[in-house]
């Protein structure tokens, strides 16, 4: 898996359409930037199609929702199948919003390459309970044996959804198809600690999908390099968190020019017994 990691980063300018959340917008906007795509925002009705077919990619981060944008999102994800094009979902605040797991219900019923959350996101969208409130994690979902049992959870949604890459971020990540299981436990404790380092990590993925890697490579290889950055950075948290997510920042700007894949520590799942 290192190989194929190695030459991921920088992308090669893929044009990537971006229809997300105002609270991180422009934090993914440079993300993509600092790894070498180019991102493009843009949600209006009128455009969404003209721009899906000159992008490489799109990724529908649900974490502001209106009707008229829900209705654009569906949009997007039809036309983004119909163009052939790779599609990422990051489920943002399904937890306790029921119209936003249904939202991502739909989307996956459309097509999804990947779809993304938190932990406690991804344990609601697999029917099972979850005790965070808002977007993010509660620390309860995160035992190993919680991780376990999502793990199974999940393996079963991935049976029903083939062509979809299922990511659940949190201290441990796991990552599920209808045949493998990975955990993935690069990262610092800090990566929970500033607003939008999820939406970067589905916006990273969006742009590796973007540059053509194949959508379980694209997701090791993007979540690995953002939690190196992390580690990385966090040589600076003693100046503070803002410190810290500047770091982390430069770091995407900078780390493919590291060994940085070596870095990667991967667990494979695939035949872990559940309780
Ligand atoms: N405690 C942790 N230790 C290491 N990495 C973490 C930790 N919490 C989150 N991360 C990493 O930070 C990124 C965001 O994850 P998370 O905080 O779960 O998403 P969200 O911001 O959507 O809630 C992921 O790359 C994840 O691997
Ligand atoms: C705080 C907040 N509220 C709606 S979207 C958002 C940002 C969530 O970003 P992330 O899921 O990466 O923490
Ligand atoms: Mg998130």
């Not at 209705?71 to 599609?87: D, G, H, R, V």
């Not at 996101?121 to 995160?142: F, H, I, T």
């Amino acid at each position: 898996m290192q190989k194929v990691l190695e030459n991921i980063f920088p992308l090669q300018r893929p044009l990537i359409h971006c229809i997300t959340n105002g609270i991180t917008k422009e934090l993914v906007a440079n993300a993509l930037l600092y790894v070498g795509a180019k991102p493009i925002m843009a949600e209006d009705q009128r455009e969404i199609e003209s721009v899906i077919q000159v992008s490489s990619a799109l990724l529908l981060n649900i974490g502001h929702l209106t009707e008229q944008k829900e209705a654009c999102i569906i949009k997007a994800a039809k036309l983004a199948n119909k163009a052939q094009k790779p599609l990422v979902v990051d489920a943002v605040g399904i937890v306790g919003l029921s119209n936003r797991l249904a939202l991502v219900q739909r989307l996956l019923d459309i097509g999804v390459t990947v779809v993304k959350g938190n932990i406690s996101e991804m344990r609601r969208l697999a029917g099972l309970k979850s005790s965070a409130k808002g977007v993010d994690s509660a620390k309860e979902d995160q035992s190993t044996m919680e991780l376990k049992d999502l793990a199974h959870a999940l393996r079963k949604l991935a049976k029903t959804y083939p062509q979809t890459v299922f990511l659940a971020t949190g201290e441990q990540d796991l990552i599920l198809t209808d045949s493998n299981c990975f955990c993935l436990k690069n990262g610092v404790d800090s990566l929970e600690l500033f607003t939008g380092t999820g939406d970067v990590v589905g916006a990273l993925i969006t742009g590796v999908l973007g540059n053509g890697i194949e959508p379980l490579e694209a997701t090791i290889g993007a979540i690995t390099y953002f939690n190196v950055c992390g580690e990385k950075a966090s040589k600076v948290l003693q100046q503070g968190m803002e410190s810290f997510r500047i770091e982390t920042c430069n770091q995407l700007s900078k780390l493919y020019k590291e060994n940085w894949q070596e870095m990667l520590k991967m667990e494979d799942w695939t035949n872990e017994e559940v309780r």
